[in-house]
């Protein structure tokens, strides 16, 4: 009786479901913003519950991963439309670009030529197409938001989502959530091939945050004796592995003893990878390490992927509209973005400017939130936009787009605009050592000028693995010519 009962409901639910969904489809323009508000509202709800439990069916996980993606997209066609002027401020705005030397060839004003080259009727028909996508999938959803609750939680206090955003990993559950069920499931058969998991991506995407995310993982300590790191600077022989020493470059030393001493080893490999250094480091891993112990390799390089015992892990850089998410979560905290339109539309300009840069959303999002100001706002703007096109005027490329950083950053300072900042040797420093007194953002931003060269603290991370980046400084006066600093003077920009 009972699952008669609960079919009845579900199928009654799911009609009333699809009614309100067909009704909002045919819902005149002025309604659609209100109709997708409420369906992201709903796809939050779901997204977030979600984030608060240990979930290990795969499916389950690329269902909710498409379910994010498609709510990024639609915050993103929502503050689009609330952000588009109406036709007297876009005359209006117009005019300014043009009264302005600078942003007529600029490549920065990217938000504004987003508005003007798309008529209100155009984003309210990309709007409806999301709104479309996302009433679909959360009709897809009712199973999955019945099981979730068969799943334990993973937090067990409440937090606002700018704190929940700010201390933990951003955009990975699913691929965090893949790699501890690598990491916890048995051979039955036991088979001899040491179980390998890669995980690529490029240049600061994330690999060391989610590896270490997953070691922190109750679970997995429980499961392994002993967590291990072994990088590039260690001489892999064929001879003999040895564990690295106790406070060397063991992750974690308190691991729960098991009778099976099986090890989770973590290697780290460069970005030219060496496929004779892996096969002697496999070969003598397969012969030393104990029964059920694994692997997780780490790399820039596809190559890695073809000597995986299980499907590789590819991360990429967040997408516009999931970085216009993080970046406005971050900014705004516990304000309410819609009360403030236009910090919005100068926060979304922002975010653009970045090329989805992650350690830029943090510096940028709290330097704006602890100067919760129009116009301290808009100088920070028209700052970016200037640096970025000087930028690009002498080095064909904007301060972002280089995310290796294999060659010198030049940074301008707001607060005198005749010096330059030159950045290089980006490194990262763990937890337990020592990181330099002055911050980047505050030679940048404020009016702390050190002498000479000196070592600056980039951005420290709230979350394993706790890193703390920091970079080489020197700060230096711009040197134009007479003839160029003339021509540069009717823009009212000295470029370096």
Not at 142 to 147: A, K, S
Not at 349 to 368: D, G, K, P, Q, T
Not at 463 to 472: A, K, L, Q, R, V
Request: contains cysteine; proline residues 4%; glycine residues 4%.
């Amino acid at each position: 009786m009972e699952l008669f009962l609960s079919a009845v409901l579900s199928d009654l639910a799911s009609r009333s479901i699809n009614f309100i969904f067909n009704k909002c489809s045919k819902l005149p323009s002025p309604a659609v913003e209100d109709s997708l508000r409420r369906a992201l509202l709903r796809a939050q709800v779901i997204v977030d519950e979600s984030m608060r439990r240990h979930i290990t069916n795969q499916a389950m996980l690329q269902q909710l991963n498409m379910l994010r993606d498609t709510m990024h997209q639609g915050n993103y066609m929502l503050d689009i439309f609330r952000c588009k002027p109406d036709d007297e401020e876009e005359e209006d705005t117009k005019h300014k670009i043009v009264s302005h030397p600078l942003l007529l060839n600029s490549r920065v004003n990217c938000v504004r030529d987003f508005l003007s080259s798309r008529t209100s009727a155009q984003i309210l028909k990309e709007m409806q197409q999301v709104l479309d996508r996302l009433s679909s999938m959360i009709h897809d959803a009712n199973e999955l938001v019945l099981f979730l609750a068969s799943y334990p939680p993973m937090y067990r206090q409440p937090y606002s989502m700018h704190l929940l955003l700010g201390n933990c990993m951003f955009g990975r559950q699913m691929e965090a959530q893949l790699a501890i069920n690598f990491l916890l499931h048995t051979r039955t058969h036991g088979a001899e091939e040491l179980e390998v998991l890669p995980i690529v991506g490029p240049y600061q995407v994330g690999k060391r945050t989610l590896v270490a995310h997953v070691c922190k993982d109750e679970r997995v300590r429980d499961y392994f004796s002993e967590i291990v790191l072994w990088t590039d600077d260690h001489e892999f022989r064929d001879e003999k592995i040895t564990i690295p020493r106790e406070g060397h470059d063991k992750i974690f030393q308190n691991c729960a003893p098991n009778k099976e001493g099986r090890i989770l080893v973590i290697v780290e490999l460069a970005a030219d990878f060496n496929e004779v250094v892996w096969k002697r480091l496999y070969s003598a891993s397969k012969r030393c390490l104990p029964s059920g112990s694994k692997i997780i390799v780490t790399s820039q390089s596809d190559k890695v992927v073809k000597y995986g015992t299980t499907r590789a892990l590819t991360l990429n850089y967040m997408s516009q509209e999931e970085y216009w998410y993080f970046f406005k979560i971050l900014t705004f905290g516990s304000v309410d973005p819609e009360m403030h339109p236009r910090l919005t539309q100068m926060a979304m300009e922002i975010s653009r400017m970045h090329n989805c840069c992650f350690i830029a959303a943090h510096l940028v999002s709290y330097l704006l939130r602890d100067n919760f100001d129009i116009h301290f706002w808009h100088k920070v703007l028209i700052f970016l936009k200037e640096y970025i096109q000087n930028h690009v005027s002498k080095f064909g490329e904007g301060p972002f787009d280089d995310r290796n950083q294999s060659k010198p950053v030049h940074l301008q300072r707001m607060a005198t605009p005749s010096e330059v900042i030159m950045v290089s040797n980006p490194s990262y420093r763990s937890s337990q050592e020592e990181v330099p007194k002055i911050r980047l953002d505050d030679v940048i931003y404020k009016n702390v000028r050190p002498h000479g060269k000196f070592e600056a603290l980039v951005w420290r991370s709230q979350i394993p693995p706790y890193y703390s980046y920091t970079t080489t400084c020197e700060i230096q006066e711009l040197k134009n010519t007479g003839t160029k600093r003339k021509r540069n003077m009717k823009s009212g920009v000295t470029f370096c």
